[in-house]
């Protein structure tokens, strides 16, 4: 009895010893043993919401307990991250950071959450290009003839957006500011709308994500100039980047990836990395997000750290630069 005694007290001894550590992958050991949520801070139905979706059955079956998606939208998805920094960090509750997320800290004026203190990065799981398009009336058919078209037209061509602060809005300020021309944002409530007023020929040019644009340029109703992307996107390949059609070093990119809320054990956040990296490996996970635009992106949770952290700086000096600003 003396001697079971011993280990207990060397074990405990040692735990303090370490700081924790041992207690800390001991319970990391027992992860997961109940229901684990991922919280989404937009509406059922986008990307957003279907590509964390794709992954739950997998990552349910990999680790033996149910992945629900939450979704808890609103205020370009901060009350969810809300929500998330304000649970425990245990592993149990993981948020679905997203682009917003990197650009918020700089258009909000008060942001309850660090973008980048408040999270564990775990997962990148997919980056999505947009598309420069424009109506077929615009006498254009590459960006090299845009630019010079804008150029002679200082201010009378507009661009459409989906809001202050959306990847259309901050695409296009980032062409306005590298082009150097003038062209006025024509802001419209949300993507869809943006297309119609696209297709109708009310806005002349946008750029779009690739999973809205791209039934409209097979069905002729827009015309595709280049991708924002670094690279081709595989769903088109013949079309150029911005950067290669004339406008070097452009790139912009959307992207959606899993984090949970700081402290939360590297145990565990090594566990929950290892198998969403399997998951995005797999060739059926990957044709599904390629179906909807996006393009899976395997990293480690530090690879992924500083994604977030160059994202935080650029979408910052493009948000600076357009002078944008929300409440």
């Not at 425990?88 to 973008?115: C, E, I, M, Q, W």
């Not at 088109?236 to 992207?255: K, M, N």
Request: net charge positive; hydrophobic share 45%; with cysteine.
């Amino acid at each position: 009895m003396k001697k079971n005694w011993k280990k207990v007290v060397s074990c405990a001894a040692l735990s303090v010893l370490l700081g924790g550590g041992l207690s800390t992958a001991v319970y990391a050991q027992g992860f997961p043993n109940k229901p684990i949520r991922i919280l989404v801070g937009w509406p059922a139905g986008g990307v957003a919401d279907i590509l964390p979706r794709i992954i739950a059955p997998k990552l349910s079956e990999s680790l033996g307990q149910p992945v629900v998606i939450e979704n808890k939208p609103g205020a370009s998805s901060n009350i969810a991250a809300e929500i998330a920094v304000k649970s425990p960090a245990d592993g149990y509750v993981l948020f679905l950071y997203s682009t917003p997320n990197s650009v918020n800290v700089t258009l909000y004026r008060k942001l309850s959450y660090d973008p980048i203190k408040d999270f564990v990065p775990v997962a990148n799981l997919a980056t999505m290009a947009n598309i420069l398009v424009v109506h077929p009336s615009v006498p254009v058919q590459n960006v090299k003839e845009l630019i010079a078209l804008a150029k002679s037209k200082p201010g009378q061509l507009s661009f459409g957006t989906s809001g202050t602060g959306t990847t259309q809005h901050l695409s296009g300020q980032l062409f306005k500011t590298m082009a150097g021309i003038d062209i006025v944002e024509i802001p419209y409530k949300g993507s869809v709308p943006l297309m119609t007023a696209l297709v109708s020929g009310e806005v002349p040019m946008a750029f779009n994500v690739v999973s809205t644009v791209l039934p409209q340029i097979k069905a002729g109703k827009v015309r595709a100039l280049a991708v924002s992307s670094a690279k081709r996107s595989p769903l088109i390949p013949d079309l150029p980047t911005v950067a290669e059609a004339g406008l070097p070093g452009f790139e912009y990119v959307s992207y959606w990836g899993v984090t949970a809320p700081a402290r939360t054990p590297q145990e565990i956040v090594n566990r929950l990395n290892a198998e969403i990296v399997k998951i995005l490996k797999m060739p059926e996970i990957r044709e599904k997000f390629e179906s909807n635009g996006a393009e899976p992106i395997i990293s480690t949770p530090e690879q992924y750290a500083e994604f977030i952290r160059q994202e935080v700086v650029m979408k910052g000096k493009i948000v600076k630069e357009s002078g944008a600003r929300a409440e």
